[in-house]
């Protein structure tokens, strides 16, 4: 299995309130992502950065925000939860310089429940 | 755009029988590669195999194997021997240079039938 990780697993939360998903890898790896992925449906990127100090948004437009301030750490940060973020959140990593080939590790995800 | 389509959503197969998985992408890029990845219930996605679109050969994973048809832009896995760990829900996904995305299909589901 990848040496990545995600906490919490799972989170119930009411609505507005402030949350932190976070994600760390011991692989080394200089690209990380996030991803939202509805139950049983396709993962849809929302966030990936190429390295420290490196952020940009993904396909799918989201109201969360994320930093990289090490390379091992990439949290993701909603600063008002909705129902409407009640989703999967997946984390992964890959290497820089690999070109068109590199092979994305992901996390177990974090299950988010927003009532 | 890069799309990738997995047309069938189910499929279920008895325990040590091959199943074949399928799926089509689209890509504007010559330069790109092409994945199967595993998703177990509740567990963490894992890659199964990988493809590199310049290869002919036909990449080989133990048990999982692909028939990569560049000209029709068809990317099928076929599982052989299926075991009951196998049943997952199974994403095609491609990954272009241009783009640096990985773009994933919508899913199949596989259940193994003991």
């Known amino acids: 299995e990848a040496d990545i990780y995600q906490t919490p697993r799972y989170l119930v939360i009411g609505t507005g309130k402030k949350i932190t998903l976070e994600c760390s890898q011991t692989?080394?790896?200089?690209?990380m992502y996030w991803y939202q992925q509805d139950p049983g449906m396709e993962l849809h990127l929302i966030h990936y950065?190429?390295?420290?100090?490196?952020?940009e948004k993904g396909d799918l437009s989201s109201e969360s925000t994320v930093s990289r301030i090490r390379t091992e750490h990439f949290p993701l940060t909603l600063e008002s939860a909705r129902p409407s973020h009640t989703s999967q959140y997946l984390c992964a990593s890959s290497e820089l310089g690999q070109g068109a080939g590199e092979t994305q590790y992901f996390g177990p995800g974090t299950r988010l429940l927003v009532l | 755009a890069q799309t990738v389509t997995q047309s069938q959503p189910e499929m279920s197969v008895q325990e040590a029988e091959t199943v074949t998985l399928s799926c089509t992408y689209d890509?504007?890029?010559?330069?790109?590669?092409l994945f199967w990845y595993k998703q177990p219930p509740s567990r963490q996605m894992i890659l199964v195999i990988r493809q590199e679109a310049y290869k002919q050969q036909n990449a080989t994973e133990n048990r999982f194997s692909v028939n990569f048809q560049k000209a029709a832009k068809s990317f099928s896995l076929k599982i052989s021997d299926s075991q009951l760990g196998d049943a997952a829900m199974y994403f095609c996904a491609s990954y272009g240079g241009a783009t640096n995305k990985l773009i994933f299909g919508t899913g199949t589901l596989l259940a193994v039938q003991p």
């Open positions: 692989m080394g790896h200089d690209k």
């Open positions: 890509t504007s890029e010559s330069d790109y590669y």
């Open positions: 950065s190429y390295g420290v100090n490196s952020t």
